[in-house]
């Protein structure tokens, strides 16, 4: 059975898309970025968006059933190779033990004020 996610994000409907998509023990994660959804406002910093990234994606996984030791591949996003040193801690306080199969890339997000963004696949431990 399918279950669509949503963190009721005006993006979402714009762009026709779904936070979290469930299908079975999978839970396919969108690329977050740092807006705290019940705002709609951006942090400044690159740690806050961090954080702000990983609380949606927590609460998104929850809602599905799933939870952050579930993930198993992370794509991060940054926008300036800078960040990285600053990103590194705040993905290693969540994802330390978990250890998921990860990539960062280096690129442009889709506006100027987007610093990171985060996307994760969970599957349902047994």
Not at 16 to 37: I, K, L, M
Request: aromatic content about 10%; proline content about 4%; hydrophobic content about 40%.
């Amino acid at each position: 059975m399918r279950k669509l996610i949503s963190t009721g994000s005006p993006f979402e409907k714009t762009a026709g898309y779904s936070r979290a998509v469930v299908q079975g023990d999978w839970c396919f994660v969108s690329g977050t970025t740092g807006y705290d959804y019940a705002t709609m406002t951006m942090p400044e910093s690159i740690e806050a968006q961090a954080r702000n990234c990983l609380t949606t994606i927590a609460k998104a996984l929850a809602d599905g059933g799933f939870e952050m030791a579930d993930v198993v591949r992370a794509h991060y996003y940054i926008a300036d190779q800078a960040y990285v040193d600053a990103v590194f801690p705040i993905l290693g306080e969540t994802f330390g033990d978990i250890r998921p199969a990860a990539t960062m890339i280096v690129c442009q997000l889709n506006k100027p004020e987007m610093k990171i963004e985060i996307e994760v696949t969970a599957l349902k431990r047994t």
